[in-house]
């Protein structure tokens, strides 16, 4: 049975013990996971005064227990002082680690936050982003996956400097290969954002920064031609997980989410602002 039918399985029998999915090499090889979106308002304390999943019935009962069980005891930090709560929009990615060959167990392995009300100008905004062009390797191997970028965006609202921190696959070959796809997607991403730009935040502590540093997923997905992508909100999704890099220029500053693939499509999160996790995801 592979780790996205043990997934499905872990939602009709959820398991308590924690192993990931190995190859015979002691090597990582998929995972299946689920994204659950919503949002989450976070009072001044920094405790979670209450939290919406969207579009519930089409999250697993099994995976909506994981979420009741540790969204709500959840605590932040804030970088500056706030007087009245604060609503973030909430990424949850929910993975099914293998227990043995026919159960797996699941977890909450990362989340990410960004403003919940889309006009704050206490936060970067996106103001144009052009399409990313499929690049050529992948697409003439019909190879998808997404890649998780790291912007530093300079005051002029142009992107200065980008790295690909992950880049999950949705196929899997040899290992080679897999890092000719990995290579192939991070440079497309990359070099589509040469003509990004973002709208500073205007107020708030950031507000007199030289530059800001923002996370967005750039998604490569194959259909065919003529019909609109499915909707895939509620699916597990099985794919290789990239290794996460850290970008050379970044230096000391903190990143506040160790897992960059916890960002849902067209989610922007602004690192080093707003609210951020003091706690563990996962009570368990």
Same mark, same amino acid.
């Given at each position: ?20 999915? #190995? ?89 990410? #936050? ?105 998604? #490569? ?64």
């Amino acid at each position: 049975m592979n780790v996205l039918s043990r997934a499905k399985a872990a939602c009709m029998c959820l398991c308590l013990a924690s192993m990931p999915v #190995f190859a015979a090499g002691r090597q990582p090889v998929s995972e299946a996971s689920m994204l659950v979106k919503g949002s989450i308002v976070i009072g001044p304390d920094g405790k979670v005064v209450s939290y919406t999943v969207d579009r519930p019935e089409r999250i697993p009962p099994a995976v909506i227990d994981v979420v009741k069980t540790n969204v709500p005891h959840w605590v932040f930090e804030f970088d500056d002082q706030v007087a009245e709560p604060v609503k973030e929009t909430m990424s949850i990615r929910v993975v099914a680690r293998a227990i043995d060959e026919t159960h797996a167990r699941l977890i909450v392995a990362g989340a990410s #936050f960004a403003d919940g009300s889309g006009e704050s100008t206490r936060y970067i905004h996106r103001k144009a982003t052009t399409p990313v062009r499929y690049p050529r390797i992948s697409l003439a191997d019909r190879v998808s996956g997404t890649v998780y970028l790291l912007l530093q965006i300079g005051e002029d609202g142009h992107v200065q400097q980008a790295f690909a921190e992950q880049v999950n696959l949705r196929q899997y070959l040899a290992q080679t290969r897999n890092e000719i796809y990995a290579h192939d997607l991070a440079e497309a991403a990359i070099e589509g954002t040469k003509n990004w730009t973002f709208e500073p935040p205007s107020t708030g502590p950031s507000a007199k920064d030289n530059s800001w540093l923002i996370r967005v997923p750039v998604d #490569f997905t194959l259909h065919e031609m003529g019909t609109p992508d499915p909707d895939a909100y509620g699916k597990w999704d099985e794919y290789m997980p990239g290794v996460v890099q850290k970008a050379p220029w970044i230096g000391n500053r903190r990143l506040v989410s160790g897992r960059p693939d916890s960002l849902a499509q067209s989610m922007l999160e602004q690192l080093g602002t707003g609210p951020h996790l003091a706690t563990s995801l996962d009570s368990n």
